[in-house]
T-cell receptor, first 116, second 113 residues
Framework: NAGVTQTPKFRVLKTGQSMTLLCAQDMNHEYMYWYRQDPGMGLRLIHYSVGEGTTAKGEVPDGYNVSRLKKQNFLLGLESAAPSQTSVYFC???????????????FGPGTRLTVT | GESVGLHLPTLSVQEGDNSIINCAYS??????FIWYKQESGKGPQFIID?????DKRQGQRVTVLLNKTVKHLSLQIAATQPGDSAVYFC????????????FGTGTRLQVFP
């Protein structure tokens, strides 16, 4: 199993450009998440999904959109990139949700995005 | 305000010794906690979790202790190995089935021979 994969690994955007980050998992997990990681701030949840066709806002959803058209894929979109969105983005997936007995969250390798 | 923090930003440990990484949380309503390991250039890796109805939970070479009285969480790594070198951070969740997992900023563990 490849686990959780993310594409691309690196990207540089100019302010106002758009892009989509792709996350894929081959573990048949129901739950998928998008986080951003900034120095000195820890991981922050952007959006998450509890199943195919469903999405929900996390802690910092503004400026991002997501879609979960297929169970194995979770897309993160930036419609009009801003320098404040420069960050490392991590996708994760889990079989169950926080706090349940079988909860374990698997992360992808990350995408480093720079917005100039 | 809400915060999950770590007492020591960097911890240096000799190979073979035990490591203890600490985490303080501010909200007494938090009922679920997770420890993650993040190696350089990689995504976080789930290590172990614990619910607030437990004081201790053990995994392979790792033990998490929860002291709700002083709102303190610790991760103990037995017989620390070079492969344990990474940033470790804790996270808390306020209640089951919510989306708000608050992450700490991390402690770097350095293992020297």
């Amino acid at each position: 199993n490849a686990g959780v994969t993310q594409t691309p690994k690196f990207r540089v955007l100019k302010t106002g450009q758009s892009m989509t980050l792709l996350c894929a998992q081959d573990m048949n997990h129901e739950y998928m998440y998008w986080y951003r990681q900034d120095p000195g701030m820890g991981l922050r949840l952007i959006h998450y999904s509890v199943g195919e066709g469903t999405t929900a806002k996390g802690e910092v959803p503004d400026g991002y959109n997501v879609s979960r058209l297929k169970k194995q894929n979770f897309l993160l979109g930036l419609e009009s990139a801003a320098p404040s969105q420069t960050s490392v983005y991590f996708c994760a997936s889990s079989y169950s949700f926080f706090g349940t007995d079988s909860y374990e969250q698997y992360f992808g390798p990350g995408t480093r995005l720079t917005v100039t | 305000g809400e915060s999950v923090g770590l007492h020591l930003p960097t911890l240096s440990v000799q190979e073979g010794d035990n490591s203890i990484i600490n985490c303080a949380y501010s909200n007494s309503a938090s009922d679920y906690f997770i420890w993650y390991k993040q190696e350089s250039g990689k995504g976080p890796q789930f290590i172990i979790d614990i619910r607030s109805n437990m004081d201790k939970r053990q995994g392979q070479r790792v033990t998490v202790l929860l002291n709700k009285t002083v709102k303190h969480l610790s991760l103990q790594i037995a017989a620390t190995q070079p492969g344990d070198s990474a940033v470790y951070f804790c996270a808390e969740n306020r209640s089951y089935n919510t989306d708000k997992l608050i992450f700490g900023t991390g402690t770097r563990l350095q293992v020297f021979p």
